[in-house]
């Protein structure tokens, strides 16, 4: 059984052939922490791994004993102030003004697979033999009131989730201040913190930091998740790279405020913490009320970060995603949004989808335009009933003209969103989040609509459910275009605005669970101008994001490189754009923006009909490409071979799952000048198998192409050959014959 309770001991073991978590109820009945790591035997006795010693000036609990002191001991969900003046998990107000809790050791229960959460997305099994779950009762006394820790750990993956329980049993009126969904004590402070740091089209970028005493965290309060920081840091030690050495991943599955932290105390413990950030989170716990905290997955690896990132993709993609389309390839698109813009009519839009049609182009996506006022940004957020000045016949004509051609038809929605310039906002102001008698702050012209009322996203529901029945849409790109300012709600009392927040991301997840549940057959891709809401808790909804607002090729190489370190290639939208790029303006080669935006959900963004013959026929040929390949692309193990972080080249692969086939992608922006021979070892390849290898047409075995390594050499003087330059790509098929 993957989880041992050892009553003589008091201690628990959770483990499975790749890993151990251990940690038992110390003699003040609080929970202490003894090893989280690679996979050691069960024993009925790990007291040996508890570590205490008589420090100077130590708080201690028992009188007579100068050792146990929770300044000094490594915890499982720890509180402030009764010895521990370190940060906390969680923060309880009571009513007396008190801070102080003493959470004890109650009861636990030990059961078969995963129970989900209420309101929240979570990893999830399809059979109780996947995975098992401890749940453990705390109980405080004073306040009545209990916390019900759960852990799970799946059967045959290097992971547990950690999620945090909080229901006040008592007569008390208490708050939580903070309410963390894990805390885990590290022995040493030998890590480097890794975090996917960013900005608007430079998203998820990789940094690295050494630990050092004091605080070092990520967070987001913008209401989202953000483009600014990722909610997710992994703890590697200094010698480990892609494929050796030990690392820790933190993954949260939430979309809104949050904050991941490693505290390292002047003895070196490294205390991490993650959950929903404690900073404009207040949540009145009144007598037999509750709150649940969102589920983080933590990820061990001993082999480097390439496989902790093959886990997450494993897990994520087969169980947080759901519905038809998690195990479907994705179709091929084209988005009109940078090919026109605001400014298209139903013959503009049907001329680029018969183009489409002509090259292979399965699906075509109307962006954003195409309902009320809407001729640019000033305009007509929340009114979701169609322009007929642009569609004569409205979505529901416009759809099955594209249905005719033999396509299938996609629009885009902002349903969180309200300009003051539309019929919704002048019926109900307010409904949009906004301080009384304080300025209100605009992005994009748009104000956020107060989705904590349960009337707004009603209301938005029926208006999107509307268009949807009337029409044939099987594909839904659902964008969020800023951040929260101002937050208030009118709907809630003085005392409740700390929930609004948190309020706010249950009601988009409302709205998410309302529309797949009624609408399951159509493909939702969740966005926020880009890339601000690219987070495990989208996916459980929407089983792919757009990456990034920027398209340029280039630029995606480290976008898509440092979000692969959690997300599988099934959740990147991943386009080809036109040139000079809307972004960047540069100007790139159509092979090369495809040969980058294979390793994701692939399509179009850009005005076919624009284009030469010449490039139409590369597009039909790229697209013939994606159908027979897409399956291995977004389906197979991937690995990263060189960083975009490190150097001038970027190599990727992918490997089908009978290591049958393998694409190996080569990137190298920058023509270098009489350079010296290059070459990159492969990885995931059978070693026994002979594989063909395209560009170099020859044939090796994949032991040879993994220890002596794939060629990558190119001409970098005297001869010019066709494709050498600048932004190279390559893609090398390897077959296995």
């Known amino acids: 059984?993957?989880?041992?309770?050892?009553?003589?001991?008091?201690?628990?073991?959770?483990?499975?052939?790749?890993?151990?978590?251990?940690?038992?109820?110390?003699?003040?009945?609080q929970l202490g922490q003894l090893y989280y790591g690679k996979r050691v035997n069960d024993r009925e006795d790990f007291d040996h791994l508890f570590e205490t010693i008589?420090?100077?000036?130590?708080?201690?609990?028992?009188?007579?004993?100068?050792?146990?002191?929770?300044?000094?001991?490594?915890?499982?969900?720890?509180?402030?102030g009764s010895g521990d003046m370190r940060h906390p998990a969680m923060d309880i107000i009571q009513e007396n003004g008190s801070h102080i809790v003493h959470f004890t050791y109650q009861q636990h229960q030990i059961i078969a697979g995963k129970p989900?959460?209420?309101?929240?997305?979570?990893?999830?099994?399809?059979?109780?033999?996947?995975?098992?779950?401890?749940?453990?009762?705390?109980?405080?006394?004073?306040?009545?009131?209990?916390?019900?820790?759960?852990?799970?750990?799946?059967?045959?993956?290097?992971?547990?989730?950690?999620?945090?329980?909080?229901?006040?049993c008592g007569s008390q009126n208490l708050i939580l201040n903070q309410m963390m969904s894990m805390s885990l004590d590290l022995p040493d402070k030998d890590y480097e913190m890794i975090e996917l740091t960013g900005a608007w089209s430079r998203e998820r970028h990789i940094q690295n930091r050494k630990l050092e005493h004091g605080i070092q965290s990520i967070y987001s309060l913008r209401g989202c998740s953000s483009n600014n920081f990722n909610p997710f840091i992994a703890l590697k030690r200094p010698m480990c790279n892609e494929y050796e050495g030990e690392v820790l991943g933190f993954s949260l599955v939430y979309s809104g405020n949050f904050l991941a932290q490693v505290e390292?105390?002047?003895?070196?413990?490294?205390?991490?913490?993650?959950?929903?950030?404690?900073?404009?989170?207040?949540?009145?716990?009144?007598?037999?009320e509750s709150f649940q905290t969102p589920e983080v997955v933590m990820v061990y690896s001993n082999c480097g970060l390439n496989q902790m990132s093959q886990t997450y993709h494993e897990l994520y993609q087969k169980r947080l995603a759901r519905g038809q389309y998690r195990d479907q390839v994705r179709p091929i698109l084209v988005n009109n949004w940078e090919g026109t813009y605001f400014d298209f009519n139903e013959e503009k839009i049907l001329g680029i989808a018969k183009t489409a049609q002509k090259l292979g182009i399965e699906l075509f996506v109307l962006d954003d335009g195409w309902f009320g006022q809407r001729n640019s940004d000033n305009a007509g957020l929340g009114d979701w009933y169609p322009n007929l000045e642009k569609l004569p016949e409205g979505i529901s004509g416009l759809s099955q003209k594209i249905v005719d051609l033999g396509m299938r038809f996609g629009i885009w929605f902002e349903p969180e969103m309200v300009n003051k310039d539309s019929d919704l906002y002048r019926t109900h102001p307010e409904w949009t989040l906004e301080t009384p008698n304080r300025h209100t702050s605009h992005g994009r012209n748009q104000y956020v609509l107060d989705f904590s009322n349960p009337e707004v996203v009603e209301y938005i529901y029926n208006m999107m459910a509307k268009v949807i029945e009337e029409s044939h849409i099987t594909y839904i790109k659902w964008d969020m275009n800023r951040c929260m300012s101002e937050v208030y709600s009118y709907v809630h009392s003085a005392q409740d605005q700390g929930k609004v927040m948190h309020e706010y991301i249950l009601g988009v997840y409302h709205l998410y669970d309302k529309l797949t549940t009624k609408f399951p057959e159509i493909l939702f891709e969740s966005c926020a101008s880009g890339g601000a809401r690219f987070d495990p808790?989208?996916?459980?909804?929407?089983?792919?994001?757009?990456?990034?607002?920027?398209?340029?090729?280039?630029?995606?190489?480290?976008?898509?490189?440092?979000?692969?370190?959690v997300y599988p290639i099934s959740s990147m939208g991943a386009h080809v754009s036109a040139v000079p790029n809307h972004q960047v303006f540069r100007k790139t080669p159509l092979q090369t923006r495809a040969?980058?935006?294979?390793?994701?959900?692939?399509?179009?963004?850009?005005?076919?009909?624009?284009?030469?013959?010449?490039?139409?026929?590369?597009?039909?040929?790229?697209?013939?490409?994606?159908?027979?390949?897409?399956?291995?692309?977004?389906f197979g193990t991937f690995y990263r071979l060189k960083s975009p972080f490190e150097g001038n080249e970027t190599v990727w692969m992918v490997v089908s799952k009978d290591q049958n086939t393998a694409i190996v992608g080569y990137y190298r922006p920058l023509q270098e000048v009489n350079q010296g021979y290059r070459r990159v070892k492969l990885m995931g390849l059978d070693p026994d198998k002979e594989y063909h290898v395209s560009i170099h047409d020859i044939d090796c075995y994949g032991d040879e192409l993994m220890n002596a390594g794939l060629i990558t050499s190119d001409s970098s003087c005297g001869e010019n050959k066709d494709g050498d330059g600048d932004y190279l790509s390559r893609l090398y098929l390897l077959k296995a014959k």
């Open 1 to 29: 059984m993957p989880i041992q309770y050892h009553k003589s001991s008091q201690t628990f073991h959770l483990y499975n052939q790749k890993i151990s978590y251990i940690f038992k109820v110390l003699k003040n009945q």
């Open 54 to 80: 008589q420090r100077p000036m130590a708080p201690c609990a028992f009188e007579g004993d100068l050792t146990f002191s929770l300044e000094h001991i490594k915890q499982e969900y720890p509180a402030y």
């Open 116 to 168: 989900s959460l209420e309101n929240l997305p979570a990893t999830y099994v399809e059979n109780n033999q996947e995975a098992t779950t401890l749940l453990i009762t705390l109980f405080d006394e004073v306040i009545q009131t209990k916390i019900i820790l759960s852990y799970t750990i799946y059967e045959d993956l290097a992971v547990i989730t950690r999620n945090a329980y909080c229901q006040n």
């Open 264 to 288: 390292v105390d002047t003895y070196n413990v490294s205390r991490v913490t993650m959950g929903i950030h404690p900073h404009a989170f207040t949540w009145p716990l009144n007598p037999g």
């Open 537 to 565: 808790g989208m996916l459980y909804y929407a089983p792919q994001c757009w990456t990034s607002d920027d398209t340029d090729a280039i630029e995606r190489l480290k976008i898509q490189y440092g979000t692969s370190l």
């Open 595 to 634: 040969n980058v935006a294979y390793f994701g959900t692939f399509g179009y963004e850009l005005d076919l009909n624009k284009l030469s013959c010449e490039e139409q026929n590369e597009i039909k040929e790229q697209v013939q490409f994606m159908k027979t390949y897409r399956e291995v692309i977004q």
